[in-house]
């Protein structure tokens, strides 16, 4: 197998007396879809934080396109090339949808590219819904809305990995459908992609591998093709019992 | 050597200083002991209550000017004739003043955001001392002169060493005041302040009261500050009230310790004694004159939070071992009076047609439940669909748009937390809030608060004893009664978060409730810690508790649920019993997703 | 009083409620951005002008040493810190900004005799020495305590101010000064005489909103900045750090308290301790705004100024009574209409 892009192994995260994440280990290879699948409250959203940095791990080690990070920071991990999609999406409400986009490239800029513009056009052509809504303010903008800017927004970074924390969450099946269809595409432009999702048929779909994640630990990997018809995926979401 | 005998041996040092110590030194601790009252009512405010106040200064200026106004000025108009005749009633006057004052600023600002109420009491303190030094009649910037001596029962206070211990009697009798204070019912409504506002005000506590209680509390100490610093240097002026003193008393606070009442006298002496020795090696140093010590302050304050925010006392009580002082057995009381129970079956809560929207977006769409009494109620539903919006309109952080909630058949919508809990309806939180310094036992006896009736006054003199025995004996029963005794008197903090989450509930069931609303209980919990809080809540539900539970953990919820409903995008989309809902193919999909 | 005397009074009143404007500016941005109530904020007024009138004065302004003090202090924790994470290019940018700038600021003014330059390089080298101090202030004091409340923030706002007088009164001493005027002209204006330092002070506070107008609405750091204020989590996940984002407001902060400062001192005596009541001016007009909104801040900063221009006609002994006390029916109306006790953090 080729280096992976993303190599997570044995990483633990508390909070306080609580631990979130007992010695997950996850690998991201180039151009791959990997999804993290998990019913609420299994640590999916904290292994996104913790792999970028916003939150500490305890134990176990992060290697992001080789290199070993130690004291992860959010900065640094950006201006390597991660771009992460919050499960919240923190957008800059009351600045406008091109501010919003112009702002994912404040690292890029930083580090002294200045092809922003097209970036921005090639987000309004995949998104051609933000093209129409470029002047309007954030926080006017549908749930659908919001979270193909804050998908767009991290797109305008051109990260190398993408980090997308429930980008089903609280849509509408239609809408959930046309954001699936855009992640399956940017993996033709070489962009891996580690999807968190609650949604796990949707996500399996579009994934080439998958891991499903209860309270704190992988319970299940494989190919996402084993596990669409994995009754234990089914399991570990409603409690049907006898998990093992 | 324990506490206690740390005390005596302070104590028996005060009581001889006057007669082993030059004058100078006694000087200085009368001044100890003035800065150390104001600084105590700082503890209070920023350390207990997580308020804070730079125009401390100026409340001691209320004290001093009152006083001397009122017992130099001849032809006192007839209303204040009274009080001009005896320092003592100058003090009450001063006293009401204060309190008036600090009432007002109290009320313009307590309701807003934490740093309103400092910004606000720095206005008042610039703007007070520009008041004292342009008013014809308090003598302008020359201040006052010629205040009479004090005089207790016939004995004149003329001399620095009888005042000595007038002002340490007053600094100790406040200890013991505050300690009282915060050894009761009304202390710990206060102390839950830390605990958060949502918290505070779903166990009945009136959050604005028990602010406003120790800001005015803080004012009064200060008052009595100035009273006795008027009659100690016979004369006033404006100097030591302005914005600039009304720091250094804070620093003092924070400095010593803002969470503990000797806090306050460590600071005031370790603040007063630093000041002096600046004052006269810092020119010598500096080639130059000036009050430099305020750098020194300044740093050493910035050093303080950055490395010991909590000051310094606790760095000093480690140094005596622990001892006498911490509770170790709850007295006997006769029973609280009980709220009649439910009989099994009644409904307690009903959401009828609950509609909730945040600007655009509809967080609650037409939601309806029902919970009875002698069943556990399960809402469960995808990350996103509404479940947490529910509970904070059920319980009252929230109002729902439209439709109805009831309690026991009375509307409840729009009603305050602490007026929902009245009625008999306790709550848990998703991220446990109990306040980790305290023992367990006043933790859950917060949850009793609004069993208990006697207010601040009883409270300072320890005269709501008998209430108080019943308070926490109740509180014991609690925690008997889900199995915590063991850990009684331990610290909630030290606890292992399995334990911390049925305390929670120890402190919902202190409230006398019928209906149980736990958001998330078994979030974090390990497999043993699970399985005792299901059990416990089994136990209570053949107690003919009703309980409403928002939850996640599917296997929680299935084994333990007398009815389950399913929300997904605001709405219900299921309801019925586990088997039901489990095997019903819009869950399914609600849960796992389709995208065809 | 007749209409010579309200003109003349509203005059002043504008004039000072411009530089309160700028201040209330400054204080909204600040809070916005790192949740610190910047109360040394007047340090750097009086800061400002003290450090120009030290130039004309022929003196080495005391603030030299702080920033050398400081810079040596940043110097060394932020090094130290790089080495440990082996970022060596980053102990140069480190050592450069703070020691290398610093001595090189110092040597010119030591060696340059400040007192015979023109008066623009005199203005540009007193904010040379003083808009540092900022960054550096951030970095030592707030930067370790990001995460605390805004309580505890404020506490070392005001710790910070006590320090900043203490040591106003060592590099200045007891007595003000006053700057050479930018401009000696005057003007007749119908009655009214306006003299050319007023104009300058409105003019170059009004360029000086509109600039800073541009820079939030137009330029990417600018727009990192609102980010940041807007959604601090956000912020980060474009690679804005908080910490950048600190220094920067406090930057700009300072640099127009020294600004203001620079400004004012031709038609106020300036003393060590001024700058507390001139901010703390500012402060009322960023209260009126809520702390949130630039415009009525900055509006209700204007108001101030007038006030207190006309207070002190009518009853001149009471005018900082009259300012200060404007705030409780500020907060009294921002009271009644909060409807939730707010919760903090």
New interface residues.
């Given amino acids: 197998m080729e280096q992976p892009i993303l190599d997570v192994s044995d990483l633990c995260v508390s909070?306080?007396?609580?631990e979130?994440l007992h010695h997950v280990s996850i690998k991201v290879c180039p151009g791959q879809i990997v999804t993290v699948i998990g019913?609420?409250?299994a640590g999916k959203t904290t292994l996104l934080g913790a792999v970028?940095g916003?939150l500490p791990h305890t134990r176990g080690r992060v290697e992001f396109l080789g290199t070993a990070q130690?004291?992860i920071?959010?900065?640094r991990m950006?201006?390597a090339g991660a771009?992460?999609v919050?499960?919240k999406?923190?957008?800059?409400?009351?600045?406008s949808v091109e501010?919003n986009l112009?702002?994912?490239a404040?690292?890029r800029?930083?580090m002294g590219f200045r092809d922003e513009r097209e970036t921005m056009e090639q987000v309004y052509a995949t998104f051609p819904r933000l093209g129409e809504r470029r002047g309007q303010r954030a926080?006017t903008l549908?749930?659908g809305e919001r979270q193909m800017l804050a998908v767009g927004?991290?797109l305008m970074?051109k990260p190398k990995l993408l980090l997308l924390d429930?980008p089903?969450?609280?849509l509408?099946?239609l809408i959930?459908?046309e954001i699936?269809h855009i992640v399956a595409a940017l993996k033709k432009t070489g962009v891996a992609v580690l999807l968190v999702?609650?949604?796990?048929?949707?996500?399996l779909?579009i994934a080439d591998y998958g891991y499903v994640l209860e309270t704190g630990e992988i319970a299940l990997e494989g190919p996402s093709d084993d596990l669409e018809d994995d009754p234990r995926?089914?399991e570990s979401?409603?409690?049907?019992?006898g998990k093992h | 050597m324990g506490p206690r005998v740390v005390l005596a041996v302070f104590l028996a040092f005060l009581a001889l200083g006057p007669a082993i110590l030059p004058e100078f030194y006694v000087t200085l601790l009368n001044y100890i002991g003035l800065y150390g009252l104001v600084a105590l009512g700082l503890v209070l405010l920023t350390g207990v209550g997580g308020l804070t106040s730079f125009g401390q200064a100026a409340f001691v200026g209320v004290g001093a000017y009152t006083t001397a106004y009122l017992t130099t000025t001849q032809d006192l108009p007839a209303a204040l004739a009274l009080f001009g005749s005896s320092p003592w009633l100058a003090l009450a006057a001063g006293l009401l003043v204060t309190a008036a004052v600090a009432w007002l600023l109290g009320a313009v600002t307590l309701r807003l955001s934490g740093h309103y109420l400092p910004l606000g009491t720095i206005a008042w303190g610039i703007s007070l001392y520009f008041l004292f030094g342009n008013l014809g009649f308090l003598g302008g910037y020359t201040g006052i002169t010629g205040v009479p001596a004090l005089s207790l029962f016939g004995f004149e206070l003329a001399d620095t060493h009888h005042f000595y211990y007038l002002i340490w009697a007053a600094l100790l009798g406040a200890i013991w005041l505050t300690g009282n204070l915060l050894d009761s019912r009304e202390g710990r409504a206060i102390r839950a302040l830390k605990g958060g506002t949502i918290m505070a005000e779903s166990m009945g506590v009136d959050t604005a009261r028990s602010k406003m209680v120790v800001f005015v509390i803080a004012a009064l100490y200060a008052c009595v500050s100035g009273w006795l610093y008027a009659h100690l240097q016979r004369f006033v002026n404006p100097t030591p009230f302005g914005l600039q003193i009304g720091i250094e008393y804070l620093f003092m606070a924070v400095i010593g310790g803002a969470a503990h009442v000797w806090g306050a006298v460590v600071g005031a002496s370790l603040v007063t004694l630093l000041k002096q020795w600046l004052q006269d090696w810092l020119p010598e140093v500096l080639g130059t004159t000036g009050n430099f010590e305020i750098i020194v302050f300044g740093l050493l304050m910035i050093f303080v939070l950055h490395r010991a925010r909590d000051g310094l006392w606790p760095l000093l009580a480690k140094l005596v071992p622990e001892g006498a002082g911490e509770r170790t057995a709850v007295p006997a009381a006769e029973p609280l009076s009980r709220r009649a129970p439910a009989p099994a079956g009644t409904v307690l809560l009903e959401a009828v047609d609950v509609v909730k929207e945040f600007g655009g977006l509809v967080a609650n769409d037409r939601m309806s439940i029902t919970v009875k009494a002698g069943e556990i109620m399960a809402l469960i539903g995808p990350n996103g669909a509404g479940k947490s919006t529910m509970f904070n309109l059920v319980s009252g952080v929230t109002e729902p748009t439209s439709g109805e909630v009831r309690y026991c058949g009375e509307r409840i919508d729009g009603l305050e937390a602490r007026r929902i809990a009245q009625r008999g309806m306790g709550r848990t939180f998703q991220h446990v809030r109990l306040l980790p310094a305290m023992s367990v036992l006043e933790n859950v006896a917060i949850g009793a608060h609004l069993r208990g009736r006697r207010g601040v006054a009883a409270a300072v003199l320890h005269a709501e004893r008998a209430e108080e025995a019943r308070l926490l004996a109740e509180a014991a029963r609690q925690i008997e009664r889900v199995g915590l005794a063991e850990h009684m008197f331990a610290q909630a903090g030290s606890l292992a978060l399995g334990k911390q989450r049925i305390v929670e509930i120890a402190r919902a069931l202190a409230g006398d409730p019928n209906l149980l609303l736990l958001d998330e209980p078994a979030a974090g919990l390990r497999y043993l810690e699970k399985q005792a809080l299901a059990e416990l809540l089994r136990k209570l539900r053949g107690e003919g508790m009703g309980i409403l539970l928002v939850e996640h953990d599917m296997d929680f919820v299935m084994g333990l649920a007398d009815r389950v409903a399913v929300m997904e995008f605001g709405q219900k989309i299921a309801e019925g019993v586990p088997e039901e809902v489990q095997n019903d193919p819009g869950v399914i999909e609600a849960y796992l997703g389709g995208v065809d | 009083m007749d209409l010579q005397i309200a003109l003349l009074l509203g005059q002043d009143g504008i004039v000072n409620g411009a530089v309160y404007a700028l201040l209330a500016l400054a204080l909204v941005l600040v809070f916005a951005v790192t949740r610190v109530i910047f109360i040394p904020q007047g340090e750097f007024v009086a800061f400002g002008a003290l450090t120009l009138a030290s130039f004309q004065a022929g003196k080495t302004p005391g603030t030299l040493w702080l920033l050398i003090g400081m810079g040596v202090a940043v110097a060394a924790i932020d090094s130290f810190s790089a080495w440990q994470s082996r970022r060596p290019r980053r102990i140069l940018q480190v050592v450069g900004w703070n020691l290398a700038y610093p001595l090189l600021v110092g040597a010119a003014i030591r060696y340059g005799a400040p007192q015979e330059w023109p008066l623009a390089l005199q203005v540009l080298f007193a904010m040379a020495v003083v808009v540092p101090l900022g960054p550096m202030i951030y970095r030592l004091a707030y930067q370790p305590l990001a995460e605390a409340s805004v309580l505890v923030l404020l506490i070392v706002s005001v710790a910070i101010h006590m320090a900043l007088v203490g040591l106003g009164l060592l590099f200045f001493g007891a007595e003000g000064s006053r700057t050479t005027p930018f401009s000696d002209a005057s003007f007749q204006l119908g009655d009214l005489m306006v003299n050319g330092q007023s104009l300058w002070v409105v003019a170059a506070s009004a360029a000086l909103i509109v600039v800073l107008y541009v820079f939030f609405e137009r330029t990417l750091y600018g727009k990192a900045l609102r980010a940041t204020a807007i959604n601090r989590t956000g912020a980060r996940l474009m690679g804005i750090s908080t910490t950048m984002a600190g220094k920067l407001s406090f930057l700009l902060a300072v640099g127009i308290g020294a600004l203001s400062g620079i400004l004012i001192a031709p038609i106020t005596t300036v003393y060590y301790d001024t700058g507390f009541l001139i901010g703390l001016k500012g402060f009322v007009g960023a209260i009126v705004g809520g702390m949130a909104s630039y415009p009525v801040a900055a509006a209700g900063a204007v108001l101030v100024g007038l006030l207190e221009s006309f207070s002190s006609f009518w009853a001149s002994a009471f005018k900082e009574v009259i300012v200060f006390t404007m705030i409780i029916p500020v907060l009294v109306w921002r009271s009644l209409t909060t409807h939730h006790v707010e919760e903090d953090e």
């Fill in positions: 909070y306080g007396k609580v979130a019913p609420n409250g970028m916003l130690r004291d920071e959010v900065e950006v201006a771009g992460l919050p499960e999406r923190e957008l800059f409400g009351e600045m501010d112009l702002l994912g404040f690292m800029r930083r926080s549908s749930g927004r991290a970074g429930e089903s969450l609280g509408a099946p959930v459908r699936f999702e609650q949604n796990a048929r949707a996500a779909q995926v089914i979401y409603l409690g049907l019992g």
